[in-house]
C-alpha cells in the first residue's frame, strides 16, 4: 500500500484571462490562467479545478495554503 505525498508549488494566476489553461515557463514557473474574476473565492475554485486536472488528482488534493487573495499563491497538493 503506497501513502500519499504531499508538494507545495508555487503559482502565479491570471484571473479573467479570456482562457482556461496550466502553463510552465521554461523556468519552471507554473501560470493558471482563469476565465473567472478575482471575487467571492471565484477564481481560487477555479484554479483548484485546474490544477486538479493538471496533476491528475481529485480537488479534494489541492489547497492554496498562502495568497488567498494575491495572484502570487502557495498551493499544497497530496496524491500518491
Same mark, same amino acid.
Given at each position: 500500500?503506497?501513502?500519499? /505525498?504531499?508538494? %507545495? ?17 521554461? /523556468? ?33 488534493? %489541492?489547497? %492554496? ?16
Amino acid at each position: 500500500m503506497s501513502g500519499s /505525498s504531499r508538494r %507545495i508549488i508555487e503559482v502565479r494566476v491570471r484571473p479573467r484571462s479570456g482562457k482556461r489553461e496550466v502553463s510552465v515557463a521554461e /523556468s519552471g514557473d507554473l501560470t493558471v490562467s482563469v476565465l473567472s474574476p478575482p471575487e467571492k473565492g471565484k477564481a481560487n475554485r477555479e484554479v483548484i479545478e485546474l490544477l486538479a486536472e493538471h496533476f491528475g488528482l481529485p480537488a479534494s488534493g %489541492i489547497r %492554496i495554503v498562502r495568497g488567498g487573495q494575491s495572484r502570487l499563491k502557495l498551493v499544497e497538493l497530496t496524491g500518491p
